[in-house]
């Protein structure tokens, strides 16, 4: 069941950056935007569905449509962790796992381009609070495993250059069954060098 409010998306109030955002009647929302200078960040997180972000846990993707000469970092922010740049501090992935500024995991995954989906699930059911990451519906496992957080998150893009996303309305009962780290799969079935080691 799709959560029935809209989504609604807030700059982090840097100066010449560019954020549109429209709907569309199926509940997917288009994102367009730009940081106003190279190297200096652009954040950008949800405003409202407020339903979908006081959940407990919550699960959301994030398809990347043009993202060709930029940097997408996607991942989860508090209001006091939104700020301008790399001030914004939070739990996310790149390619790499990273709390907004400094890199925390190198070579968790793949660079985000053009044509991917980034998964995001905020898994606070028992135990430790984990963020589990997901691309092209791959599980890459828990970029962050914590003691248990009371703050409300939000979804959050934090991009260098400029790019366009999708972001579907997400559903109340749909949230990933693999929490583990799965295994590339390789489309060459029959090479003899692909596989474990």
Known sequence: MALTNTSSWIGDGSDQSVLKSSSSED??????????????????????????????????EIQATNTSDSSLVVGLVSKNGFLHGWKTKGYFYNCNITNGSAGLILGFGS?????????????????????????????????????????????????????????PMPARDNF??????????????NDPYSGKW
């Not at 339903?51 to 846990?57: C, G, P, R």
């Not at 990933?176 to 079935?189: A, S």
């Open 111 to 167: 660079p985000i381009k053009s044509g991917d989906t980034i998964g995001v699930y905020l898994h606070r059911e028992s135990g430790p609070c984990r963020v589990i990451f997901y691309h092209n519906h791959r599980c890459l496992g828990d970029g962050f495993s914590l003691a248990v957080i009371n703050d409300v998150l939000y979804p959050c893009l934090h991009l260098s250059g400029k790019a366009t996303v999708k972001f």
């Open 176 to 189: 990933p069954t693999i929490f583990q780290r799965e295994e590339v799969v390789h489309d060459h079935v």
């Open 27 to 60: 509940g997917v929302s288009t994102i367009s935007f730009s940081s106003a200078k190279k190297g200096t960040p652009f954040n950008i997180r949800l405003d409202a569905m407020n339903d979908f972000v006081q959940m407990k846990s919550f699960f959301f």
